[in-house]
């Protein structure tokens, strides 16, 4: 089992900047890729961000420019968002892709949110 774990959430005034942390933990699993989505009420899970260990970055339109993605290792990722909007605002989750060694089996973990909100 892997554990995810979110932080940084708040509340911030629009053109302010946050900066999101997620540390996973726990054994037997390979971590691939980790990424940031945020989902809004009423509205779907979006992606925003997503990095692989080759350092292949994927970023949303809505967020690309204003947004970074970064990694310190394996299991440990940053968002630095800047210049936020308030249609920013969003729950943001961290999300865990990878694979067990041991098996020939994948998964995918969800860390349980931190909330992003942007107003004046």
């Known amino acids: 089992q892997v554990q995810v774990v979110e932080s940084g959430g708040g509340l911030v005034q629009p053109g302010g900047s946050l900066t999101l942390s997620c540390a996973a933990s726990g054994s037997g699993f390979s971590i691939n890729a980790m990424g940031w989505y945020r989902q809004a009420p009423g509205k779907e899970r979006e992606l925003v961000a997503r990095?692989?260990?080759?350092?292949?970055t994927i970023y949303a339109d809505a967020v690309k420019g204003r947004f970074t993605i970064s990694r310190a290792n394996a299991k440990t990722v940053y968002l630095r968002m800047n210049s936020l909007k308030p249609e920013d605002t969003a729950a943001y989750y961290c999300?865990?892709?990878?694979?067990?060694?041991?098996?020939?089996?994948?998964?995918?973990?969800w860390g349980q949110g931190t909330q992003v909100t942007v107003s004046s």
């Open positions: 990095i692989i260990p080759g350092g292949r």
């Open positions: 999300n865990v892709g990878g694979y067990y060694g041991g098996y020939d089996a994948t998964a995918d973990y």
